[in-house]
């Protein structure tokens, strides 16, 4: 069974970094991208950025410049470190595996998702 858990939120002023970390286990075949995606209050949940098989990584026009998505060093696990942190930043984080491959299909995999609020 495929979990994937976050860790690394918390409550950071404005101007601040924090670093995000996910790992994914149970997958016994590929996953096609890792990635972070945000859900603050009222909004819909977006894309904060992704990595793929491949290695190519993808960003919201919102953060670029600002966050920086890498592969870690254990297998399926994946990293954002956040600079210059914004209060419009504020929101839960959720870590994702998509397009899992395993026995009976290919599924996407959510986290239980990590706070993120930046104070002003």
């Known amino acids: 069974q495929v979990h994937v858990v976050e860790s690394g939120g918390g409550l950071v002023q404005a101007g601040g970094s924090l670093r995000l970390s996910c790992a994914a286990s149970g997958i016994m075949f590929r996953v096609n991208a890792m990635g972070w995606y945000r859900q603050g209050a009222g909004k819909e949940r977006e894309l904060v950025a992704q990595?793929?098989?491949?290695?190519?990584?993808n960003y919201a026009d919102s953060v670029k410049g600002r966050v920086t998505i890498s592969r870690g060093d254990a297998k399926n696990t994946v990293l954002l470190q956040m600079n210059t942190l914004i209060p419009e930043d504020t929101a839960v984080y959720y870590c994702a595996a998509r397009g899992v491959l395993t026995t009976t299909g290919i599924n996407d995999y959510w986290g239980q998702g990590t706070q993120v609020t930046v104070s002003s």
């Open positions: 990595v793929t098989l491949d290695g190519s990584t």
